[in-house]
């Protein structure tokens, strides 16, 4: 499957070992994408409402802001990579 030729050709999930029960992390996820782009430091994270994919972030320590560095645009492509690495996350903590 891809979303406007963009297909995810890999995907590594490593989770985290719960160390600190209020520590919301639970994993990072790396995406290639086309085979031709990497994405590192995706984070899965345990909401209220559930985990959900978090995208890359800087943070700006003097200005206590932080800026997305990569995200994707478009509902249906953030949709198809949310669904594929929260489900290789279950698969791989099952």
């Not at 890999?10 to 639970?26: A, F």
């Not at 890359?56 to 478009?74: A, D, F, S, V």
Request: charge should be positive.
């Amino acid at each position: 499957m891809s979303v406007n030729g963009i297909e995810i050709t890999e995907i590594q999930v490593h989770p985290l070992k719960k160390t600190d029960t209020g520590n919301h992390l639970e994993a990072f996820a790396r995406v290639i994408l086309n085979g031709q782009l990497c994405i590192n430091s995706i984070r899965v994270v345990r909401g209220k409402f559930g985990p959900f994919v978090s995208y890359p972030r800087e943070y700006n320590r003097k200005e206590g802001k932080g800026y997305q560095l990569c995200y994707p645009i478009t509902k249906p492509l953030q949709s198809y990579l949310s669904e594929r690495i929260l489900h290789q996350w279950k698969t791989v903590t099952a």
